[in-house]
């Protein structure tokens, strides 16, 4: 089947008013809190606005506490605006409104003042989009821009609204009727135009260095370290301090370059306006793209261009490549609107006219050319700028999504807990000076010195490691990263959806990854495998020929098969030929290459061609050892083409047999599935056994391409404007073009890995039900040792509810020896366990609308355990992903970017398989074809999520353990040394931490899932257990030293640090800095061993030499500049030496052991399993529900009291 154009790129995510969520938005509005909130809807998502005025009160109570709080008012509104809006600004109606709080889906909150245009000259210049597609002229406009896009004030819908969005939602009759006005615009409808739309450009300024700068220090991180640096440099530790100075400025100086460095590479993937021709003042012009305005009329040039704007064609047809924005790497061929079908008033612009629809960014290829001569292909502007769907992408990547909440909440509440401690550390440090009465000063400075020891300001940069280093290692491996938050939610991923366009279409695992694309799953296309024509018995009834594995006429017209067929499958299809080369579809160019018939581009000249709008018939011919089965003339002409639609399952062709005494003869071919193609055709031309041989072949897997046709009387103009829904109807039945579907090499075996790793795998697919259960055992989808069953309807049997009556019947399972490749996979499939489902569910498309639509109630149990859907339309794959993430689910899809765009941005992560960098359909985008990059980039999220996991403890036990030795110092009346400082937060630290995250993904995914958050049970038993083993550790070398008869106690000199008992505690705290770097690099099952982590193995040793030769040197250079006091027993060294290494060895089989293995595995594992027999909500739905209704799929026969009396033949018919 041909790839799937007709709904390319889904335009209605641009939130027109025929979109899915938009309807589902008006038919369940969200509540309004207040007068003066309302919503705004932008792209996909939603966003709460509140209106303000100003007042002059306000302003003066506003400006006064900035002054007041010395600007400390001010730094908490830029945090929280909402703030500022509530003192500042008094609410109103937006009628009256000033100014604008917009509150995205993500909490993110954004002020924006509302500006106003009025007119220049003569009143009514000003004009804008209504509803209708028509334009009003107005005296004035209010608006605000917000995320590059402008909103308009509709007084009369009382409703803040984007132009374009009206553009995109026009009634489409309205669209089309304008197509007899291509005078164009003048200048001064351009004009008013530009004043509602603004210029067509990209603009994207660089953002002046000093705003980047002050963005990223006024976090409240980097202004608690300025906090701690001010204190430090009150108390004498200047040098640390100006170190700690210069190490934030280096930081922030490298988050500006690495915001310019994205600025300027976004700005590269926009490039240039260059210059187009355009109709003004009846004339065509040459003049700057940025000059476009909406319903300009553009002359596209014959060679290769980058398209400026998305535009409308309105006559002739162009080839172009979309691959930049959506993956597609198959040239589309464009449409003019004349070739649209007739439609009612009320059907909008949308999705399924794409065909007629130039995308901004996509190169245009090919114009077609008429009797060889340059067409002057015109083109509508439909949007520009930000609105066009190019600027949908530039938005993308320049807004992305925020980083996931509950991992930041986790950051905060583990920040609290150390603050506690803090506090502890305070109070104790308050009442210990006091009671030696020192001065307040002192005891001030002291105190608030613990908490900036506790409290590391650096944690979320640390954090932050791990996926800078994952996102370069996708990078060698050709997958790119838009947004990098994706990458840790790749980690916590346990559900895959693959599509597969011919076969298999796509798959989701609970650990959920999609994939779409041809080829995805199965090798490069498809293999033609037979042919089953029709022909008629002695009864005049029609039945089904014999196998042909070939297309020669000749052979089939020996068992009298009707040689339709053959014509039907040279020329039902939509191949190109670009610079001498066929491009399409695959499938489509091995049934091309199997006929051996030649396309040319090109027609001989007749009267009715000539006349009708510069059509460019495709021309077909027969191999000549075929010729005496055809016309005299030999040939054929394609002279429209409806293009394959997935909601409708099929694709035609009106073909003419030009020839002296058949001018007006002319055969409509049609092609698609089973199912749709018999409800198309004539009872009488259906073979008896048609249902049953189109099962049969489904249950073995093969791919089945119904063929029928019609013969018609017409001229070519009213071949041309007659609907398509009547030219395929009432078709002749032909046969079934019979395709093997071989999986790749690669699929099965990540399939395997993927379920062995507890990431449950779900097919959608466009095919058959029975192809993809076929194809689903055969790649591993349906487990050997689990029951399958199908979940179908009756359309026309209703239950005592008067809902459409649905029934479940068991399928064949998968064979246990194809599937279990080796014992790990095998000792997978015989595991049984309370979270996991002993049977798998399957479903068609139409069944899964009637769910949805009367039985609301199973969708959340048919998504936990459905793992194969069939049919499936293309705005259902959105809604199978949404079904599954409200269950908990964590998903991801992998697709092409064709019909899947909502699919890919409505997963937690997604991957577009394109030649591109970056796609319009999700933030990862890969250059290799297969589903191996799913592997990659969830074994890199793994990573990242566990090496975040591993700094932040990492990071916390530093500030833990410096805590401990300031403490017990504290008690001697001495501190740590300016150097010693320096030498552990410097150099210990920064660089250890710095290559702590350096350790690369594991080899193969492990069935264990990473901590889905921070703040486990694990995580603090580590990094307080690793508290108490430092504390035995610290204590008992102090103790020790204390107890020695030459020890040198500390003069109680006011903050004398060259002490003793601090060389000692400072000796005990580098070996455990030093051991913490593979206490927290534990390899298994996540990431490789640590030795394999080379940077930090070397410094480590390098770290390790440097301290054993402070330790066991006397050189008054280091003793100085260090704060050391030597000991003078080399025993005692040793013995120090010895407690140090003991305090590490029993921090790494603690952490390895009892916290990796006893508390991670065992403890929280009986935690989770407990609460979930208890059904507790802090479970993820979907875990529940398994361990509700996993055992047994008779809940469903409960719940619908299904019916097992109808027979596979009425199953089947129920699809039709």
């Given at each position: 089947m041909p790839t799937e154009r007709a709904s390319?790129?889904?335009?209605?995510?641009?939130?027109?008013?025929?979109?899915?969520?938009?309807?589902?938005?008006?038919?369940?509005?969200?509540?309004?809190?207040?007068?003066?909130?309302?919503?705004?809807?932008?792209?996909?998502?939603?966003c709460d606005i509140f209106a303000y005025k100003k007042t002059t009160s306000r302003t003066i109570l506003h400006y006064t506490l900035c002054v007041v709080t010395c600007g400390i008012y001010m730094l908490v509104c830029y945090w929280y605006p909402a703030l500022m809006m509530s003192v500042r600004f008094k609410p109103s109606s937006h009628e009256e409104s000033d100014y604008l709080l917009i509150e995205d889906a993500h909490g993110t909150q954004t002020l924006k003042e509302i500006f106003g245009t009025h007119n220049e000259g003569e009143i009514g210049s000003l004009v804008r989009r209504t509803r209708y597609g028509t334009l009003e002229k107005v005296d004035s406009i209010r608006f605000f821009t917000y995320r590059k896009i402008r909103y308009i004030w509709y007084e009369k819908d009382n409703e803040w609204l984007n132009p374009a969005d009206l553009d995109s939602t026009a009634p489409f009759n309205t669209i089309k009727s304008s197509m007899t006005y291509l005078t164009g615009l003048t200048n001064e409808e351009a004009d008013a135009r530009r004043h509602v739309y603004n210029q067509n450009v990209l603009y994207l300024p660089l953002t002046p260095l000093l705003k980047i700068l002050f963005k990223e220090v006024l976090g409240p991180f980097y202004l608690?370290?300025?906090?701690?640096?001010?204190?430090?440099?009150?108390?004498?530790?200047?040098?640390?301090?100006?170190?700690?100075?210069?190490?934030?400025?280096?930081?922030?100086?490298?988050?500006?370059?690495?915001?310019?460095?994205?600025?300027?590479?976004?700005?590269?993937?926009?490039?240039?306006?260059?210059?187009?021709?355009?109709?003004?003042?009846?004339?065509?012009?040459?003049?700057?793209?940025?000059?476009?305005?909406?319903?300009?009329?553009?002359?596209?040039?014959?060679?290769?261009?980058?398209?400026?704007?998305?535009?409308?064609?309105?006559?002739?047809?162009?080839?172009?490549?979309?691959?930049?924005?959506?993956?597609?790497?198959?040239?589309v061929t464009k449409a003019s609107l004349k070739e649209a079908d007739e439609c009612g008033p009320e059907v909008r612009l949308s999705s399924e006219h794409n065909r007629h629809t130039l995308f901004c960014g996509t190169s245009v290829l090919q114009t077609r050319n008429y009797k060889n001569q340059p067409v002057l292909v015109r083109a509508r502007v439909l949007r520009t700028g930000f609105s066009t769907l190019k600027g949908q992408l530039v938005r993308s990547i320049m807004y992305p999504k925020p980083a996931d909440k509950e991992a930041l909440n986790d950051i905060f509440v583990f920040i609290s807990v150390l603050g506690c401690i803090a506090l502890l550390g305070f109070g104790y440090t308050v009442g210990l000076m006091v009671s030696r009465r020192e001065t307040p000063a002192h005891i001030i400075i002291r105190s608030l010195d613990i908490i900036t020891i506790v409290v590391p300001p650096a944690l979320p940069a640390a954090m932050s490691v791990g996926m800078i280093n994952a996102i370069s290692r996708l990078k060698k491996k050709l997958i790119y990263c838009t947004s990098p938050t994706a990458i840790n939610v790749c980690g916590l991923i346990n559900v895959v959806c693959l599509k597969k366009t011919i076969s298999v279409e796509y798959i989701f695992f609970c650990f959920q990854a999609c994939f779409d694309k041809t080829g995805t799953l199965t090798a490069e296309g498809l293999d033609f495998n037979s042919l089953k024509g029709v022909k008629k018995d002695k009864n005049g009834k029609v039945q089904f020929t014999k196998e042909f594995n070939n297309l020669d006429p000749a052979t089939l017209s020996e068992d009298n098969a009707n040689l339709n067929i053959v014509i039907a499958a040279a020329s039902c299809h939509s191949l190109t030929r670009i610079d001498g080369k066929l491009h399409g579809d695959p499938l489509e160019l091995i049934l091309v290459e199997k006929s051996n018939w030649s396309i040319e581009e090109a027609v001989d000249s007749g009267e009715e061609t000539e006349d009708f709008d510069n059509v460019q018939p495709t021309v077909l011919r027969p191999p000549p050892e075929h010729a005496s089965f055809h016309p005299e003339n030999h040939e054929y002409s394609v002279i429209k083409q409806h293009p394959f639609n997935s909601v409708l399952q099929r694709m035609s062709v009106i073909v003419s047999t030009p020839s002296e005494h058949s001018a007006h003869e002319m055969i409509v071919f049609s092609k698609g599935s089973p199912e749709m193609i018999?409800?198309?055709?004539?009872?009488?031309?259906?073979?008896?056994?048609?249902?049953?041989?189109?099962?049969?072949?489904?249950?073995?897997?093969?791919?089945?391409?119904?063929?029928?046709?019609?013969?018609?009387?017409?001229?070519?103009?009213?071949?041309?404007?007659?609907?398509?829904?009547?030219?395929?109807?009432?078709?002749?039945?032909?046969?079934?073009?019979?395709?093997?579907?071989?999986?790749?090499?690669?699929?099965?075996?990540?399939?395997?890995?993927?379920?062995?790793?507890?990431?449950?795998?779900?097919?959608?697919?466009?095919?058959?039900?029975?192809?993809?259960?076929?194809?689903?055992?055969?790649?591993?989808?349906?487990?050997?040792?689990?029951?399958?069953?199908?979940?179908?309807?009756?359309?026309?049997?209703?239950?005592?509810?008067?809902?459409?009556?649905?029934?479940?019947?068991?399928?064949?399972?998968?064979?246990?020896?194809?599937?279990?490749?080796?014992?790990?996979?095998?000792e997978f499939d015989l595991k049984d366990s309370i979270e996991k489902s002993k049977y798998q569910l399957a479903i068609s498309g139409p069944t899964y609308a009637v769910i949805n639509n009367e039985y609301p109630e199973l969708v959340e149990r048919i998504t936990a355990v459905c793992d194969v859907y069939a049919r499936m339309a293309p705005d259902q794959k959105a809604q199978m992903i949404s079904a599954n993430q409200s269950i908990g689910a964590k998903v991801l899809m992998c697709g092409d970017g064709a019909n899947d765009c909502a699919a890919l941005k409505a997963a937690h992560a997604g991957i577009s398989l394109s030649e591109a960098e970056a796609s319009i359909a999700a933030p990862f985008t890969s250059n290799v074809p297969d589903i191996s990059c799913v592997v990659e980039v969830i074994k890199e999220g793994r990573c990242a999520v566990v090496t975040s996991y591993a700094v932040s403890k990492y990071m916390a036990a530093y500030s833990l353990n410096e805590f401990l030795s300031v403490m017990l110092l504290y008690n001697d009346g001495t501190n740590i040394s300016d150097g010693q400082f320096l030498y552990i937060d410097l150099i210990l630290i920064t660089i250890v931490a710095l290559f702590l995250g350096n350790t690369a993904a594991a080899n193969k995914l492990s069935p264990l899932p990473p901590p889905g958050r921070l703040a486990t049970s694990s995580f603090y038993f580590s990094v307080f257990g690793q508290l108490v083993i430092n504390i035995i550790t610290q204590t008992a070398a102090y103790v020790l030293v204390r107890a020695q008869p030459w020890y040198i106690p500390n003069p109680e000199a006011l903050d004398n640090t060259t002490t003793m008992i601090g060389t000692t505690v400072f000796f005990t705290a580098c070996s455990m800095y030093l051991g913490y770097a593979f206490v927290y690099s534990r390899g298994w099952p996540f990431r490789r061993s640590v030795f394999t982590n080379w940077p930090l193995c070397l410094t480590v040793a390098i770290l390790t030499v440097v301290n054993l030769f402070m330790i066991f040197t006397n050189i008054e250079f280091v003793n100085s500049a260090m704060g050391f006091v030597h000991i003078p027993k080399l025993s005692m060294l040793f013995i120090i030496l010895a407690i140090s290494w003991c305090g590490v060895f029993i921090s790494i089989i603690y952490e390895h052991f009892f916290v990796d293995r006893?508390?991670?595995?065992?403890?929280?594992?009986?935690?989770?399993?407990?609460?979930?027999?208890?059904?507790?909500?802090?479970?993820?739905?979907?875990?529940?529900?398994?361990?509700?209704?996993?055992?047994?799929?008779?809940?469903?026969?409960?719940?619908?009291?299904?019916?097992?009396?109808?027979?596979?033949?009425?199953?089947?018919?129920?699809q039709l």
């Open positions: 390319l790129l889904d335009t209605t995510t641009q939130r027109g008013y025929n979109s899915i969520e938009m309807k589902k938005e008006k038919d369940n509005p969200k509540p309004t809190s207040s007068f003066n909130q309302a919503r705004l809807n932008i792209g996909e998502e939603s608690f370290q300025v906090f701690s640096v001010t204190l430090w440099y009150v108390d004498n530790y200047a040098y640390y301090a100006s170190v700690i100075v210069l190490i934030t400025v280096v930081s922030a100086g490298l988050s500006v370059r690495s915001a310019r460095k994205q600025e300027r590479k976004v700005r590269n993937m926009v490039g240039e306006s260059g210059t187009v021709t355009v109709r003004r003042n009846k004339e065509d012009i040459v003049v700057n793209a940025s000059e476009l305005v909406p319903d300009d009329i553009v002359v596209l040039p014959t060679d290769t261009f980058v398209l400026p704007c998305d535009m409308l064609l309105l006559n002739g047809t162009v080839i172009v490549n979309e691959a930049m924005l959506t993956g597609e790497s198959v040239p018999a409800s198309l055709c004539l009872s009488e031309t259906l073979p008896e056994d048609y249902m049953d041989i189109v099962n049969l072949y489904a249950r073995r897997g093969f791919r089945l391409i119904a063929v029928a046709s019609k013969s018609v009387h017409m001229n070519f103009a009213k071949a041309l404007k007659t609907p398509r829904a009547q030219m395929e109807s009432d078709l002749e039945f032909l046969g079934l073009i019979i395709m093997e579907n071989r999986l790749k090499d690669v699929t099965l075996s990540i399939i395997n890995e993927l379920s062995v790793a507890n990431i449950r795998c779900v097919m959608v697919t466009g095919d058959n039900i029975l192809t993809a259960m076929s194809v689903a055992r055969e790649c591993g989808i349906i487990r050997p040792t689990k029951k399958a069953f199908i979940i179908n309807h009756h359309k026309d049997e209703k239950d005592p509810l008067g809902r459409t009556k649905l029934f479940i019947e068991q399928s064949q399972t998968s064979s246990e020896s194809d599937i279990d490749t080796d014992s790990e996979v095998r006893i508390v991670a595995v065992y403890f929280e594992n009986w935690l989770r399993k407990r609460r979930l027999r208890r059904g507790d909500t802090s479970i993820p739905a979907y875990e529940r529900i398994l361990a509700d209704i996993g055992g047994s799929p008779a809940w469903f026969e409960q719940e619908v009291n299904v019916s097992r009396s109808m027979n596979r033949k009425e199953t089947m018919e129920s």
